[in-house]
């Protein structure tokens, strides 16, 4: 391996700085209509970047008892690819009906492990919450089988610090792993990067958010 | 590559759409449909010996991720992560051909890669 020597970057990201970077990603965001936003919590000076998706996915995902329903709610649409091989068999087995599912992102910065989490939510289009199986099902193939070696404390079901309310949240323990080989790299060109770009850019795509490649080039760092 | 292929041993022969670069072929090769991508391991990765590729524009980063995992024979558990840039990571879904028109330079596209154990 390289023997070369690396002054090695801190991996934690002080509040003011996730600040800044989020202003910085939000400005970008704004430009291409991303759909962020930042959500200030009245009367307190804490706040959170959000975004709200709307997701196709096969409704086999979704849970069985639940796919009735939305094999209605689509009858009228164009997406249904009925793809029948045995007119006996039922429909569920073969069928492959699109659902669509509404995720909601949130940015949070965590005073206890000083480094950014994405909480989320997500929903049916008529309001029924996911479950975690569910869940855990939408997670992209890219990293479903690795997380699913150890789903427990990776994925998991959490009150929203800020709302009180039941999220799902991606653990920050292991950001580290994937954080500091970027922002070594970076400090080795002498370059500085948007902490919130790059960790958004890897962890949103784990549960289907994509960070679009413009705000690697045109979302700048906090001087 | 036949995505059907599980064989840890697979080479580049059994996928003609990622194949060794030849060094004297530029991203000009077969009509711009392939281009050329240069790899780079950061951190604990191992460094591959072939570091330069030929692979279809079409192709997606999950596409090359498994790839690079099958012939670099990582554990079940260890996840590859691959940049761009230096320190974007791509989306899974993304086409390779999009990543070479947006940031190679010198007729190739440069992507870090590291691995890491399983989250959790």
Known sequence: MM???????????????FRL???RFLQHSETIQDGWSWEQIKGTD?????????IPVKSSILNKQHECSIQDEN???????????????????VCEIHAVLRYEYHVLYSFSYQIPVLYFRASTLDGRPLSLEEVWSNVHPNYRQRLQQGPWDTLTQQEHPLLGQPFFMLHPCRTEEFMKPALDL???????????VTWLSVVGPVVRLDVPLSYSTEVSAPD | MSDNAESPTETQKDDPSIQHAATEHTGASDEKKKIDVLLKAVGDAP?????????????TVQSLAQFISRFLK?????????????????????????????FGSDGKLVLHYCKSQAWG
Request: aromatic share 8%.
């Open chain 2, 74 to 102: 990582l554990e079940a558990s260890e996840q590859l992560f691959i940049y761009v840039n230096q320190s974007f990571a791509p989306s899974p879904d993304q086409e390779v051909g999009v990543l070479f028109e947006c």
């Open chain 1, 46 to 54: 804490e706040g959170f970047m959000k975004k709200t998706l709307l």
């Open chain 1, 21 to 23: 970077c989020c202003q």
């Open chain 1, 186 to 196: 970076a400090q080795a060109e002498n370059k500085r990067v948007n902490y919130i």
């Open chain 2, 47 to 59: 460094i591959m010996k072939t570091k330069k590729w030929s692979v279809e524009r079409g192709r």
């Open chain 1, 3 to 17: 023997a070369a020597e690396r002054n090695t970057v801190s991996c934690y990201l002080d509040e003011k700085t």
């Open chain 1, 75 to 93: 009858m009228e649409t164009d997406d249904i690819q009925a793809n029948v091989e045995d007119e006996t068999a039922g429909v569920q087995a």
